[in-house]
């Protein structure tokens, strides 16, 4: 094997997800071409590659490389190109020549050795020099673990996403348990953590791999919406999974079990098996809902009825029957469910018991799942909502416990009534981590529309807890006058029903565009967006107009939407600085959302260039918009709806997605003035009832569909409910039967 050592001259081609390079490197006695599996090189660096030459028929001579190492650079020129590289935040082309013109050879040195000294460049102070150190550490950091992975074959991407979780400690942690890594890193699942175990020599049929594979299959199912599985369902997935007999996987539930990692027992004449924070969940979220609906609550020393027609004269409005029946349940109950569909007065029912309660003394609380959903809950109702988490006081505690709730069963919730909002999208995690807060005697009003789509998260807690029969439920149905004006509001509850909606009655607020195949689709959802809406409504077409198709993929999945939306709403502009990942291209203007939660992100809200608030925190779902790039600083500046500046790292950008187009299961707990929708051909168990019904209730002015009508009637008629393997109903029912007979 041939060995040759130079600088990195230029890099032609590098696919970030597997790491293949094609680069230019200058030796001593030539330049040559580089081909192989090299990732995280830069422009400057100085290699060693080892491998053989080869010959390409279209490209010439190429040296293709097997095994490489970095060399510190030996030249002033070669380290300043290497510092400006991009490779290390915080210095770009300007300060790495200010580095290299204070400190020459030493440069290197200084930033791993002696950082302090960097505060002697002209424009680096304190903070940014401690910036600098810590980046340049975690890049050496990282390309030994890179180097590592590699020959397992796991990619650069991937390869960073492990390095963020475990930092120095990556390979002594993948050396001694490689299966953790499904469990700890996100989106690397059991077949890759298997791959490397593999390769690392661990035995197909060795216990601890059959562990893995059981826990990699429950939680497989919970990202299905389940919080349990039948035992034999699993033993099936497991077994194929693993690829091994079936009295292996059977050995290793009972050794799972006897670990308390997963949870046994007979359900309904079925044996289900839990992975065991569900279990302990599902069984909380049980007890508390028991303990707080059978609780007694502080009796109010009013007339309800009087109290009601108070508020009907007070606010000129005449109550529907159930809304009324919502508000003496509500003063009664420990715990009240009200749901409805759109329409139907919940802002009303709800602004009614605020003021009912705090007009006798009682402190009210509200909270909504997501950061949009909360802002609405604020908007309609005057009073400040927080997320649940917020309202929870979710935080970082040290790097052993990490995040934690801090409101719990010791530190409750004071509020003597907790109003929670979209209760639909609360999965049964978040459920459980709410209840524990709240003590018997709190009144719990769960407010919710169960026909949208349920949680992202495990579990069905809304339908689970209607159905139980267990709390009282009040079903708002009666569609008021004003709402009745709307289209929207009238085909909502038309198509809830599985029947047709009208479309395009003149002068109203609900059209259908007919369009035959993908391609007319895209255009006029793009022609929609640009010009036609902005143009005869005045509609900004960023802010204002919503895109929501049900895939990510395909002509007329977010995917390619977001790519044309983005080419005629922020195209390509040399005033306007960008970023390319392996996904998208952020442009300064860009739509995005915040796709994962975020607890310790650092936000700031200023006026007149002053910074007025900060705190933590940006929410899986957050909608905002690119203020600015930094490519010098290797940063990126989101101002999110509510006016909060969040500062993104380079390295922190797949936390964001371009969101001209989104899902609608992403929508959810969101309310925008246009929704657009493509109408097109997809899988069955996307193209749902429930799924159009959440898309044409997130619209408050305005819904046109794009597309074949087949397709939209196909939607109608499929009332496929997914079915979820959730046990909280059938907790419920038992535990309050036999509450019951101990009565």
């Known amino acids: 094997m041939l060995t040759l050592e130079g600088t990195v001259e230029e890099i032609i081609y590098q696919n970030e997800s597997n790491g293949y390079t ?25 290699l060693r590659v080892q491998g053989e030459w080869t010959y390409h028929a279209n490209y010439g001579q190429q040296f293709n490389v097997e095994t490489y190492s970095t060399v510190v650079p030996a030249t002033l020129n070669g380290i300043e190109k290497y510092l400006s590289s991009g490779l290390i935040p915080g210095i770009g082309p300007k300060t790495a020549k200010k580095i290299v013109e204070k400190f020459g050879r030493d440069s290197l040195d200084i930033l791993q050795y002696n950082p302090d000294k960097l505060k002697e460049v002209d424009g680096i102070g304190p903070k940014k020099a401690n910036k600098i150190a810590e980046a340049f550490q975690e890049q050496r950091e990282l390309r030994d673990v890179m180097i590592f992975l590699q020959q397992y074959g796991i990619s650069p991407s991937y390869g960073i996403r492990i390095y963020k979780k475990y930092g120095n400690e990556t390979i002594a942690k993948i050396k001694e348990n490689p299966y953790r890594l499904s469990e700890d890193v996100f989106g690397i699942g059991f077949k890759m953590a298997d791959k490397i175990a593999r390769n690392m020599g661990v035995d197909l049929r060795s216990p601890y791999r059959i562990n893995a594979g059981i826990k990699f299959t429950l939680m497989e199912s919970s990202s299905e919406g389940h919080t349990y599985i039948p035992r034999e369902e699993l033993i099936n997935k497991a077994t194929s999974i693993l690829e091994v007999e079936k009295e292996l996987v059977e050995e290793g539930l009972t050794s799972l079990a006897l670990k308390q ?76 469910v009200i749901t409805g569909g759109p329409g139907t007065g919940k802002t009303t029912t709800i602004n009614s018991i605020i003021k009912l309660f705090e007009e006798n003394d009682l402190t009210v609380s509200l909270a909504a799942p997501t950061g949009r959903a909360a802002k609405r809950m604020t908007e309609a109702t005057g009073k400040e909502a927080k997320t649940i988490h917020r309202l929870l006081e979710y935080t970082y505690v040290d790097e052993e416990m990490g995040m934690a709730f801090a409101k719990d069963e010791g530190t409750p919730i004071e509020e003597n009534v907790v109003i929670i909002d979209e209760v639909s999208m609360v999965d049964i995690l978040l459920m459980n981590n709410l209840l524990k807060a709240i003590l018997p005697g709190t009144r719990l009003i769960l407010v919710g529309d169960v026909d949208q789509l349920p949680s992202v998260g495990p579990g069905n807690v809304l339908r689970d807890i209607i159905d139980s029969k267990v709390v009282k439920v009040v079903k708002l149905n009666e569609i008021f006058r004003q709402a009745q004006e709307s289209m929207i509001v009238v085909n909502a509850h038309r198509v809830n029903k599985g029947e047709k909606p009208h479309l395009n009655v003149k002068d109203k607020d609900f059209f259908f565009m007919r369009r035959n195949n993908g391609k007319d689709i895209v255009n006029t959802i793009v022609e929609l967006c640009n010009e ?92 905002g918009y690119v203020k600015d790039i930094d490519n010098e600083e290797s940063e990126m500046i989101v101002v999110f709806d509510d006016n909060k500046e969040v500062t993104y790292n380079f390295s922190q950008l797949d936390e964001l997605k371009l969101a001209y187009a989104t899902t609608i299961h992403k929508s959810q707990g969101s309310e ?30 305005l819904v046109v569909l794009v597309g074949m009508e087949k397709y939209l009637y196909m939607m109608i008629r499929n009332n496929r409910i997914i079915k979820r393997y959730s046990g909280l109903n059938k907790r419920l029912f038992k535990f309050f039967d036999v509450r019951k007979r101990e009565m």
Not at 26 to 45: F, K
């Open 672 to 701: 925008f003035p246009v929704v657009v929708m493509p109408i097109n051909w997809g899988p069955p168990m996307l193209l749902t009832r429930n799924l159009l019904y959440t898309a044409i209730t997130r619209a408050k002015e």
């Open 261 to 336: 990692e997963i949870h046994i027992e007979n359900m309904d004449d079925e044996v289900s098996v839990y992975y065991m924070p569900f279990y302990y969940a599902e069984t909380n979220v049980t007890k508390k809902i028991i303990e707080l609906s059978q609780g007694e609550v502080k009796e109010l020393d009013i007339d309800v009825d009087q109290e009601i027609q108070n508020l009907e004269e007070e606010n000129s409005i005449k109550f529907a029957n159930n809304q009324k029946e919502a508000i003496k349940e509500a003063v009664k109950n420990g715990v009240l």
């Open 22 to 46: 094609v680069a230019i490197l200058e030796t001593e006695d030539d330049v040559v071409t580089i081909v192989g599996y090299i990732p995280i090189i830069n422009i400057g660096e100085t």
């Open 532 to 623: 036609r809406l902005p143009n005869f409504y005045g509609y900004d077409p960023v802010k204002d107009i919503q895109v929501l198709a049900p895939m990510k993929k395909g002509d007329t999945g977010i995917n390619s939407l977001n790519q044309q939306l983005q080419s005629v709403l922020n195209p390509k502009n040399p005033m306007k600085e960008e970023k390319e990942t392996n996904q998208f291209t952020f442009r300064v203007g860009d739509k995005v959302m915040q796709i994962k939660n975020n607890y310790r992100a650092e936000w700031v809200i200023r006026e007149n260039g002053k910074v007025v608030e900060e705190g933590e925190g940006v929410f899986n779902g957050d909608f």
